[in-house]
C-alpha cells in the first residue's frame, strides 16, 4: 500500500561544502537533464551547472552566489523529486521555503523543466545583481523546539523598533518554523546583531550572499522579473500547491494571471509564511509523510517546527518528534542519506 506524501523543495543556502558533487553522486542517470541546464547557462555567459557541482573544492564566493546556487539547487531538488518512488508513494501537492516555491512550481508541472530553470535562473542573477540588503536568523523557542512565552512578539517588536529608526530598515522575510527570518539594509541587521542577546551560541546568525528576500527592498527585482519572465511560462499544474501564504493552487482550476502575478510580486516583496504553508498542506491533506528534496539538510528542522506548530499528529516538542522518527519517520529529507533511500 502506497503512503501519501507531501513534497518541500529547499530554498538558497542549502548547496553548501558538504553538498558539492551531489548531483553528480546522486543523478548520473540524469546526465542529459543537466545537460539542457547546462546549454541554457552557456548562451547566457554563465558558468555550467556541471562545472559549479563538480568543482575540485568548494568556493563559496562562487557556489553561494544568487545566479549559481540558484541554478544548482534547482537542478538537484528537481533531479530528486524525478527520483521519488511513485510505487511507493501517492503525491499530494509541493509546497517549499523561499526560493523553493519556484522549484514547487516545476515540481508540480506549472512550469516545465527549462521554464523551472528560467524563472529559477533569472531571479537569481537579478537578486545577485542587486544584491539589495541581507539576512539574518534568530530562534523564538527552546532547544526541545517549544516557544518560549512572549519570546516571538519581544522579537518582533525590537524589529520594528530598529526599523522606525531613521535610515534604518529591517522588517520579517520569512516565518520559518520556530526560527524567524529578517531583511533588512546594513544599518538595520546591524543593529539587531548589537542589541539581540546571543543565544543557542550561534544567533543571530548573518546569511551570507543573502539580500532582503521577501521585502519591499526588492520592488526593483520584482519589476525586472516581471519584465524579462513572460506569463506563457506558466501551465495549469498536474499536482497542488501551496504557497508562502498557505494559499491552495489546485490543478485544472488555477488563475495562470494570478499565479504569474503572485510569483513575481507578492512572492518576491512581502513576507515568505514557510509556517503557514506547512501547515495548510498538514491540515488539508493529512499526508503520511512529508518528503523533504535536497541538496542540503537544513530544512528538516523547520519542517518539523512547523508541523508541531499545529501539534499535527499529537507532537508538541523535539523529544516527541524524534521519538516519532525512530517509530515512523514522518519526515524524510532525500538530502541525507540515511533517509534518502526511504523515498527513491
Not at 513534497?7 to 548520473?28: C, D, I, K, S
Not at 532582503?212 to 500547491?241: C, I, M, W
Not at 502575478?261 to 488539508?284: C, K
Request: hydrophobic share 40%.
Amino acid at each position: 500500500m502506497k503512503q501519501t506524501a507531501v513534497v518541500v523543495a529547499p530554498g538558497r543556502g542549502t548547496y553548501n561544502r558538504t553538498e558539492l558533487g551531489y548531483f553528480a553522486q546522486h543523478h548520473a542517470d540524469k546526465s542529459d537533464l543537466l545537460a539542457q541546464f547546462d546549454a541554457f547557462r552557456v548562451a547566457r555567459g554563465q558558468k555550467t551547472l556541471s562545472e559549479l557541482d563538480q568543482a575540485t573544492r568548494f568556493s563559496g564566493p562562487t557556489h553561494t552566489r544568487g545566479d549559481n546556487a540558484s541554478g544548482l539547487i534547482y537542478a538537484c531538488a528537481y533531479a530528486d523529486f524525478l527520483s521519488i518512488d511513485r510505487n511507493r508513494f501517492d503525491l499530494l501537492g509541493v509546497t517549499g521555503n523561499s526560493m523553493g516555491w519556484y522549484i514547487a512550481l516545476a515540481c508540480a508541472g506549472a512550469l516545465d523543466p527549462m521554464g523551472g530553470l528560467n524563472v529559477v535562473n533569472t531571479m537569481g542573477t537579478l537578486m545577485h545583481q542587486h544584491l539589495i540588503g541581507g539576512q539574518l536568523i534568530y530562534p523564538f523557542v527552546d532547544s526541545d523546539w517549544v516557544p518560549i512565552s512572549g519570546e516571538r512578539d519581544k522579537i518582533l517588536g525590537k524589529v520594528a523598533e530598529i526599523d522606525a529608526r531613521p535610515d534604518h530598515v529591517l522588517g520579517l522575510s520569512i516565518e520559518l518554523g520556530g526560527m524567524l527570518v529578517f531583511a533588512g539594509d546594513e544599518a538595520g541587521l546591524t543593529a539587531f546583531e548589537a542589541e539581540m542577546p546571543v543565544v543557542q551560541d550561534r544567533f543571530p546568525m548573518r546569511l551570507p550572499n543573502h539580500a532582503g528576500f521577501h521585502t519591499h527592498l526588492q520592488a526593483p527585482v520584482a519589476e525586472e522579473g516581471r519584465a524579462a519572465l513572460p506569463k506563457t511560462l506558466f501551465h495549469q499544474p498536474d499536482l497542488s500547491l501551496v504557497d508562502g501564504r498557505g494559499a491552495l493552487w489546485q490543478p485544472k482550476a488555477t488563475d495562470l494571471n494570478a499565479l504569474w502575478a503572485y510569483t513575481l510580486g507578492h512572492q518576491v516583496v512581502q513576507p515568505y509564511d514557510f509556517t503557514s504553508a506547512i501547515r495548510t498542506a498538514a491540515r488539508e491533506w493529512m499526508p503520511d509523510v512529508f518528503i523533504i528534496l535536497g541538496p542540503g539538510t537544513t530544512l528538516g528542522g523547520a519542517v518539523a517546527q512547523s508541523l508541531l506548530s499545529c501539534t499535527w499528529r499529537g507532537l508538541d516538542s523535539k523529544s516527541a518528534f524524534t521519538k516519532q522518527q525512530e517509530n515512523y519517520p514522518r519526515v524524510i529529507a532525500m538530502g541525507r542519506e540515511d533517509q534518502r533511500a526511504l523515498a527513491v
